[in-house]
């Protein structure tokens, strides 16, 4: 918490986005047989598997365990997130009548999502909880496409095609991430972060023009919970500085851009976040601790640094390797 507002630590704060799940022997045993989004649904299964990597590692921060996909199931979006495959929508959104079926998400829809936080608040103590939500531009991809996409063809043709009806979207996207965020600060978490994911396939200025208002007012509603809020995008190094001006205290940077390049993107007055490979974590030791204290060096030029990965925790990491990581990171910025 005192990283993200750019105040003195005793060690450089480490935690690794999807640490919660994936590559956990634990996680995948209490998962057999249940359905992603049904176990999003669940308040001991989110607290459990929210909790299983604060047990392993040393990590600083927990991360709410659900998916970007929760809040548009909770208001009636047909969807399923099929394994090996991603979210798949049942009926894509491709005009105004499509984007009417977003509506207004309440506490009523996730009494799950309180539940779960407010437990978590309690059995992690001092530890904070981050909670989190999709970003408009990813949720709207997935909407529109119907499912993953390399290409983002019927996102953008949307985009640059029929504005309108873009700008209508985005709104009621951006309405949905801010409520969602809101329910989980109310019950307790202590920062959040959107993860606007393939926000990184827009080029600067159509995200100034068509994403960025959007992005905008969800971090502005969110200032006056008084909660830090983190940013974060693949791909983004193009979009670093306008992702600063869209009013996250933090910006996360993916491994594609070295943190001291990063600090000239984005502006004065932000921490960053950030930003070793994950693939990274599957050569030996001696290659992973080189680079870990690289990006921690790289991180000391900003005017606030939180460790994490690049991206999210690959499936098949060895959890071995993120324990001694966590280790190390502390170790080597207390002693620096």
Known sequence: MRACRRLP???????????????????????????????CRRPDMIVEITMQPVRRYAVDAAIFFSD??????????????????????????RDAQGATRLRELTPDDVPYVTEAVGGLVSELGSTPLIGFAGGPFTLASYLIEGGPSKNHDHTKAMMYGAPDLWANLM???????????????????????????????????????????HTSRIFAEIEALGVPRIHFGVGTGELLGLMGEAGADVVGVDWRVPLDEAVGRVEAGKALQGNLDPALLFAPWEVVERRARDVLTRGRTAEGHIFNLGHGVLPSTDPDVLARLTDLVHEVSAAS
């Open 9 to 39: 630590v005793p060690h450089t704060p480490v935690w690794f986005m999807r640490q919660a799940g994936r590559s956990l022997p634990e996680y995948l045993k209490l998962r057999e047989g249940v359905p992603m989004l049904e176990s």
């Open 68 to 93: 970007i996909m929760v809040p548009l199931k909770a208001i009636g979006v047909d969807l399923d997130i099929k394994p090996g495959v991603g979210p798949v929508i049942a009926d894509p959104i």
């Open 171 to 213: 709104e009621r996207l951006a309405d949905l991430t801010i409520a969602f965020l809101k329910i989980q600060v109310a019950a307790g978490a202590s920062a959040v972060q959107v993860f606007d994911s393939w926000v990184g396939a827009v080029a600067p200025e159509d995200y100034r023009a068509s994403v960025l208002p």
